[in-house]
């Protein structure tokens, strides 16, 4: 999201729950569950040998095997799909059947489309796909293809694939000449070791750059309305364990900033990819997004007054925030004041536990908040107690006083 300093940083974070329909092939019954009929469960089967045909033909570069998975009135956006795809360094792809529902010589398919990005992902980008198909002589035909429930439109759908590798990063557009994507590809190798530097967990030290080439393509890659992205200059998805991430650039918002403001937003962004294998829905927002940019500021130091206009402005006001930010706050699509508000505080409430108890003892936080799972009360307090020996109370407290010092405002 757009914290401040560096308008437009976010994060998207996406988990998603598939409902498996009852299939002998696909689920393992249980309970009272009735087994599905044999037609069904031969159909999936059918179904299934199309989409592993269409997934090895990708992997082999062989057009000619990959539309012969498709309807002939398909086969001409088939051949322009491949083609945009032909330049991707692509390690897997499969589909897996979650569902199926047949009516005579038609069906409609639900599957979940993996694959991952040669020397980039360790675990696939999931993403579901509906899928009609038609039989005829003894074998079925894709008729249509489209994001399923939940899902979105991929990059190679929206046109021919640009790739560009940098030392540290892999960087794929669509509509953007190379010389833009190089640059891209620069900043975002710049941000790799900074974010190694302050991050001491584990990971890959390499990162997936997306860049469509309007807002409104950007908001099709996430599957959500563009409007609520204006202004912010990329995000990142997949966040969470076992799920590849991306970082998707808003082209408009980021091609108005300035070198510096370009550094901090892959930076933050960065930070997301390294450390969500310690990010889970315990996390609250406020750490998320102020480690993300305490790494970026660390990087580009700029004085609190400069980094946090929209809350030194609150501040001096005398309209101390009594509380750490709360994961609404960061809602795309609130004011502009809120969510710099929320950003900035964010950011300063890591500043403050890196200042006052050591860089190692916030990312130890962090660890110790994200090991807990979703659901699970109580890990930031416990992380504040078992981490830095205080309480909720106590560092909220803390905070407050903080801000009201490196804000400018008077104490008392």
């Not at 998320?288 to 940019?293: K, L, R, V």
Request: with cysteine; glycine share 12%; charged share 25%.
């Amino acid at each position: 999201m757009a914290g401040q300093g560096s308008p437009g940083r976010g994060t998207v974070r996406r988990r998603r729950a598939w409902a498996l329909v009852a299939s002998a092939a696909l689920l393992a019954g249980g309970g009272c569950a009735e087994p599905a009929p044999p037609d069904t469960d031969v159909t999936a089967q059918e179904i299934q040998r199309t989409l592993d045909g269409r997934a090895a033909a990708v992997l082999r570069h062989d057009e000619a095997g990959y539309v012969a998975a498709l309807d002939g009135r398909l086969r001409s956006s088939g051949r322009e799909e491949f083609a945009n795809l032909a330049d991707v360094p692509l390690r897997s792809w499969e589909y897996r059947l979650t569902g199926v529902r047949r009516s005579g010589d038609r069906a409609t398919a639900e599957a979940e489309l993996r694959y991952r990005i040669d020397g980039y992902d360790s675990s696939p980008v999931t993403t579901p796909r509906t899928l009609e198909l038609a039989a005829r002589d003894g074998r079925w035909y894709i008729t249509a293809d489209r994001a399923g429930r939940g899902g979105a439109q991929q990059l190679w759908q929206q046109g021919d694939v640009e790739v560009v590798r940098g030392t540290r990063t892999l960087v794929l557009g669509t509509g953007r000449d190379q010389a833009r994507l190089r640059r891209i590809a620069a900043d975002a190798d710049r941000a790799v070791p900074e974010v190694t530097a302050a991050w001491p967990g584990r990971w890959a030290g390499r990162v997936v750059v997306l860049v469509p080439d309007s807002l409104g393509a950007m908001g099709r890659l996430l599957g959500a309305p563009a409007a609520g992205y204006r202004g912010i200059a990329a995000v990142t998805t997949g966040m969470g364990k076992g799920s590849a991430e991306r970082v998707i650039v808003n082209p408009e918002a980021y091609g108005t900033l300035s070198a510096f403001g370009r550094r901090l937003v892959l930076t933050h962004e960065t930070t997301h990819v390294a450390t969500r294998a310690d990010t889970s829905g315990a996390t609250p927002m406020w750490l998320s997004e102020g480690f993300a940019d305490w790494t970026a500021y660390r990087a580009a130091p700029r004085p609190p007054g400069e980094a946090a206009p929209t809350l030194r402005r609150a501040v001096r006001a005398g309209d101390v925030p009594s509380a750490l930010p709360a994961d609404t706050d960061f809602r795309f699509g609130a004011d502009a004041e809120s969510l710099g508000r929320a950003y900035e505080g964010g950011w300063l409430a890591c500043a403050l536990i890196a200042e006052r108890h050591g860089d190692e003892a916030l990312a130890a936080l962090y660890r110790h908040v994200g090991a807990k799972p979703r659901g699970g009360g109580g890990a930031v307090e416990e992380a504040l107690r078992e981490v830095l020996g205080t309480s909720l109370e106590a560092f909220t407290a803390e905070w407050r006083e903080y801000l009201r010092k490196r804000l400018g405002a008077a104490t008392g």
